[in-house]
């Protein structure tokens, strides 16, 4: 007893520590992700509100307007009239570019890790070397040149070559880590089974790596929406181009154009991908979570 009293004793007298200092580390951590959400939502959220404020709200500077004003919209797709057609291109150019870049990815991915062809290795270091180099900007002539010779300059659809191009090398290497988590012994199950190689790869790895598509998607999804160098080089006539291309015009004084009518712009530039990225987003970060990016 007289040992238990000493013990209780020396609890007792020991201070207790508030909730603050209990969760100061979850408190911390909070507050930073907090803090970057705030920078990114911000800019994001001015841009909104800019985009429904009336001329004389705008000139004010203050951030919530007196007037909403939702007729810069209808300004927008009045003043750019290849507006339609410019959404069209970016949204044909960015699903040919998700969908031929995924295709060409998961069949690299899947033969380069289950099939384990010669020279492998030297294909795999030669994508890591390739993410080291600005190839959009050092490959931009010799792509001119290629689309010149081809016919495909000024023409929508064959921006979806070089775009495919540029994003190829990180995809393959995400489904080649995707498909690396798909233990080879139920791939060799398949094949003593009587499973064929591409009854394999649907039936069997693909579903097994379908967290590693979505990430592909989103990646490839965001390079080619938000694509310009190549889109203002390859394509001269407005109705060719896609919407980032047609941001920038607005920008540089393509017609009367003051704060609100180019925050609606933009706005109209931006929001499918934050739609598409919205939809995605669990299943992306679900695939992060399961090694899709590790080496």
């Not at 004003?69 to 410019?86: A, R, S």
């Not at 010669?118 to 030669?126: E, K, S």
């Not at 790869?201 to 310009?228: C, D, Q, S």
């Not at 931006?270 to 299943?283: C, D, R, S, Y």
Request: charged share 10%; glycine share 8%.
């Amino acid at each position: 007893m007289a040992v238990a009293d000493i013990a209780s004793a020396g609890t007792e007298s020991m201070p207790r520590q508030s909730w603050f200092t209990r969760n100061l580390a979850v408190i911390l951590r909070h507050g930073i992700i907090n803090f970057f959400m705030i920078v990114i939502l911000l800019p994001l959220a001015w841009v909104l509100i800019m985009s429904v404020k009336s001329r004389p709200d705008a000139m004010r500077g203050d951030f919530w307007p007196r007037k909403f004003d939702f007729t810069t919209y209808g300004y927008v797709f009045q003043k750019i009239e290849t507006l339609p057609v410019n959404m069209w291109n970016s949204i044909y150019v960015t699903a040919g570019t998700v969908l031929l870049t995924t295709v060409c990815a998961v069949l690299a991915g899947y033969a380069l890790v289950h099939m384990r062809p010669r020279g492998g290795g030297i294909v795999v270091a030669a994508l890591l070397a390739s993410l080291y180099f600005p190839t959009r900007v050092v490959s931009i002539i010799s792509i001119y040149e290629i689309q010149n010779s081809l016919g495909l300059i000024n023409s929508t659809m064959g921006l979806i070559l070089p775009y495919v191009t540029l994003n190829l090398a990180i995809s393959i290497l995400i489904m080649r880590s995707v498909f690396q988590l798909v233990p080879h012994e139920v791939i060799e199950a398949a094949k003593v089974d009587g499973a064929g190689p591409w009854r394999t790869l649907l039936t069997i790895a693909l579903p097994m790596a379908r967290n590693g598509l979505v990430v592909i998607f989103i990646v490839n999804f965001v390079t080619a929406w938000g694509e310009f160098l190549l889109c203002s080089t390859l394509t001269n006539d407005q109705e060719a181009r896609t919407m980032p291309v047609v941001l920038a015009g607005a920008q540089g004084g393509l017609g009367q154009w003051t704060w609100p009518n180019l925050a609606a712009v933009y706005m109209i530039v931006v929001m499918p991908g934050i739609i598409a990225f919205t939809f995605a987003q669990k299943l992306f970060f679900k695939g992060l979570a399961e090694g899709v990016v590790k080496g």
